[in-house]
Structures are given as C-alpha cells and as structure tokens.
C-alpha cells in the first residue's frame, strides 16, 4: 500500500468519495492478504469499518477543522478494550472476562478521528505463547511478539499506525524483525487503563508507524494532559550529538552479522555529513546485565500471576503451557523479592542516566534484536536486547538498518533519558535520515 509512504496527512486532506476508495482498496488488500498473514484476532468487518469513515464526515465537515488523525486507518492490539469489538487477549478465555471501559488511548485515537479497522493479534495475555501471525517479510519466519498483528499488520500495509505494548521487547522486537519502526514512550506517559495488564509496574503502551516522521504527531496525540503541560523536551541546537555503545555482557550474544552491522552503521554516522557531528562514545555498563534481564522476567511473573490467581484457580486448562509456566513461577516469588525489584527498577534508571550525564550523552544506541526473525512461529524471539531499556522505563525509538544473511530487516534501538521523548525523536529521525542516504549512496 504505497499510499501510506506520504503520511498521515493525506487521510486529513481527503473528500469524502476519495476516502470511501482508500478504504475499499484497503479493504480488499486485507481480505487477500489476512489469511496468509492472520493479523487480525477477530475478522474485520468491512461494512462496519465504511460506516464509520462515512460518519466522520458528518462529525467533521470542515476540512479545517478536521482533527490530527482524521480518517487514519489504525490496528489496536487485542489486550486494549475498545468499543464494538471484542478482545479476548489471544486466549482461550471468553470476551466477557476482558469487558471493560474503553482504554484512554484507544479514545485518544478514536477523539482525533482515526478508525479502528480491527484488533490485531497478540501472544496470550501479551506473553511467550505465540499468535497465528506471520512475517510480511517471510511469513516462515516469526513477526516477533507479543504485539505481533501490529507490527505484521503496518508492515503488510493494513494500516499506517497500530498500538502495542511493551513489558519486555514487545513492540521494539516486532517492529525490527517485520523491518517497521517502533516507538515506546517513556514509562507512564501513556495511559494504562482500559488495557489488560500482563506486568503493572513493566507495562509500557507504544506503538508502530509506517513513516517514522509521523511518531511526533502520534506521541502528541496520545499524551495525557498532565505531560502535556510540561515543557516540551525538544531536541536542543547543537553542533555534535553523542551516542553511547554500552560496552559489556549486554552485547555479548548478539550474532555475528548484528555486531557488524552495529559497526558499520557507527561509521556511517560517524562520517555523515550534516549540521551536527556524530560522536559515539563505548560506555562500560551493564555488569549485572544477567541479573537485570532475572530481575525483570521474576518480577512480569509475579505480577502477571497476582493479576491471573483468580481466574487461574479456576479455569487452569484454559491457560496454554507457557502461560501456565509463567504463572506457576510467579506464585513462588516472595512478597518482599517483588518491593525489592521494584526498588532495583528505579536505582537502575538512575545509574543509567548518571552515566549518561558523566559521559555527556544524548541517547544509547545498540541492536535491537540479537539478529534476524528466528525460523517457525513457535517462539516470538528473545526480547534481552530490549529488556533493559524497558527495565530502566527509558524511551526507545526502533529505527531499521540493514539486513541479515537471509535477507530478513535488522535495526537499531537508541533510548533517551526518561521524560525526554520528542528529543528522542527529533534525534531519530536525524539519525534515520542519515543512515536512509548512506544506504541510498552504496545500494
């Protein structure tokens, strides 16, 4: 769907029998496409999806008055609760037990006059336990998880813009092995409610863009009056950015062809030409990195297991194994380890931005996967190289670079200080465009 390469502007800009024809064209790619790929937890229905583009016309007559995303075509991931849809999280269980309120950022989305054109499909309850969904790149291969249909489904061109939550690597990871770009805003910036919890005090809503210049206005749009009211944390002018390699056992297991990708991409940057230089910086950190990544997954089971007691004791074989597996685990950690995690959490977030401070940095860059999306869709791939940044609550901007061996997208990762996510951003996109035109240079 080429269409979407313009931005969202386009949508906005739209008559109303302009519109109708985008919407049937896309209508159509999805049917064609939807078996091949099951992005979607529940079928679309197209009908429902038309009535609603033809509504927002006489919601918004005036082109100038037309809100933000006006006509936006989204996919929502299948733990959000959304009106006139059901989600049953990828589970077994039945939509009654997910009914609740609509979740706030689904009505941010609806209030800027997106639609909804379905849920897209997750791993059970956002965990290991993997989806249907397949890669657009390779569909023998995994789209990653749990934000599966999301990622697979901006990727395919079912629409420009999905939501996706991260506890792990959930929406980093998707986003790198279906070859899009990912966001994950600063933890707590997004609204929480209305979304079936796997991990409370992990949980991070993000979301995915066909274009990576549209991620502002989204982050805008989905952002709470209570962070709106601070001071936007733009990117400053500056005559070099700096980039930190967190140097340690963190990189230790990436693939070969990850590593040197990693490098190359370092010395594109390095060596691009623009207003600003590029400095990177090979920062000692991480030590502990195993006990961060024990840390974090000890704790998503004990809050995934305190969420799900209830219902676990009673329906048990509803569960598949590996959520099973993870619940069990979870019922076994004491009380006191969880408050002790919790309180690592936050020391953790501070350490990094204390060395980000000692060695002047603007962001951390490194792989955002240990290599290529893993052969067969019995595992959405291992989120170590994202968990971290979740563990640390830092924004975390995926930017695609480069490709593997069989030919399937790499990427990049770089994490901001948290509470500074437009400077993220900002520095994105400079960072993308420099490697887009080094790419275009040598392709």
Request: charged content about 20%.
């Amino acid at each position: 769907m080429e269409e979407f390469s313009s931005g969202l502007g386009m949508y906005t800009r739209a008559d109303e029998d302009t519109l109708i024809e985008i919407y049937t064209g896309l209508l159509r790619h999805i049917a064609a496409e939807e078996k091949r790929l099951h992005v979607f937890e529940e079928p679309v229905r197209p009908r429902h999806v038309l009535e609603e583009v033809r509504e927002l016309f006489g919601s918004w007559p005036d082109k100038k008055t037309r809100p933000p995303l006006f006509g936006v075509p989204v996919g929502v991931k299948a733990i959000y609760a959304t009106d006139g849809h059901d989600i049953h999280c990828g589970s077994l269980f039945p939509a009654d037990f997910f009914a609740r309120p609509q979740a706030d950022l689904v009505s941010r989305l609806r209030e800027a006059g997106a639609i909804v054109v379905g849920m897209t499909a997750t791993s059970e309850f956002a965990h290991s336990e993997p989806a249907a969904t397949r890669n657009p790149q390779n569909i023998a291969h995994t789209p990653g998880g749990s934000s599966s249909g999301s990622a697979a489904g901006v990727a395919a061109g079912f629409f420009p813009l999905a939501l996706g939550t991260q506890t792990m690597g959930s929406v980093i990871r998707p986003a790198a092995f279906c070859g899009i770009s990912g966001f994950k805003p600063s933890q707590g910036r997004l609204s929480l409610q209305g979304i079936v919890p796997f991990a409370r005090s992990e949980d991070q809503p993000g979301f995915f863009c066909a274009s990576m210049a549209d991620m502002p206005l989204v982050l805008d749009v989905l952002t709470s009056g209570d962070w709106k009211c601070h001071e936007r944390a733009s990117l400053p002018e500056k005559k070099a950015f700096t980039l930190g390699v967190p140097d340690g056992p963190y990189l230790d297991d990436v693939c070969d062809y990850t590593a040197q990708n990693l490098a190359q991409s370092l010395k594109v940057l390095q060596e691009s030409h623009g207003e600003e230089r590029i400095v990177i910086r090979h920062v000692p950190c991480m030590e502990d990195y195993r006990d961060i990544l024990r840390r974090h997954t000890t704790l998503a089971a004990a809050e995934a297991a305190s969420f799900h007691a209830q219902w676990y004791e009673d329906f048990r074989h509803l569960y598949r194994p590996g959520t099973r597996a993870l619940i069990e685990e979870g019922l076994a950690v004491p009380a006191a380890a969880v408050e002790e995690i919790r309180e690592a959490m936050a020391k953790f977030r501070a350490t990094m931005t204390a060395l980000m401070d000692q060695w002047e940095l603007d962001a951390w860059i490194a792989p955002a996967t240990l290599g290529e999306a893993p052969l067969g869709l019995g595992s959405t791939g291992n989120p170590c190289m994202n968990t971290p940044w979740t563990h640390a609550g830092f924004p975390v901007m995926g930017i695609p670079c480069g490709k593997g061996p069989s030919g399937l997208p790499l990427a990049l990762q770089i994490a901001g200080r948290w509470g500074e996510d437009e400077a993220l951003l900002d520095l994105g996109l400079v960072l993308a465009g420099r490697l887009a035109q080094a790419a275009g240079k040598t392709a």
